[in-house]
């Protein structure tokens, strides 16, 4: 391969920091909790009560998840009285669970 093709490929290639937080973001989907948790939030917005009832899990599990999704930015919270309210925090999170979901239900 002469060297120019080299260089191109080199420079289309991620950089470190960018192919670790990507790294970072497949490493939070890759619990079957937190996915079933942004398939409910694919849905509309929940409370956290709503969250546990409907993947069946303890409210402080779903917290706990909740948690580091929103580290991970892929949630956001909006606190209504007594209740936090989570939603997928853009269209990018939905598609890209669309996508995955696309893909395995494939075949």
Avoid: N, W
């Avoid at 969250?51 to 899990?57: N, R």
């Avoid at 919270?77 to 239900?105: M, N, P, S, W």
């Amino acid at each position: 391969m002469p060297q120019t093709e080299k260089d191109t490929i080199r420079t289309e290639v991620l950089d470190e920091q960018t192919a670790a937080r990507l790294a970072e973001l497949f490493r939070a989907l890759s619990d079957p909790s937190r996915v079933r948790i942004l398939s409910a939030l694919a849905k509309g917005e929940l409370h956290v009560g709503a969250l546990a009832q409907a993947v069946g899990l303890s409210e402080s599990a779903v917290s706990h998840h909740l948690r580091g999704l929103r580290q991970m930015r892929l949630v956001r919270a909006r606190k209504e009285g007594r209740h936090v309210f989570y939603t997928l925090d853009d269209d990018h999170i939905a598609d890209l669970f669309q996508c995955g979901l696309d893909h395995v239900l494939h075949g």
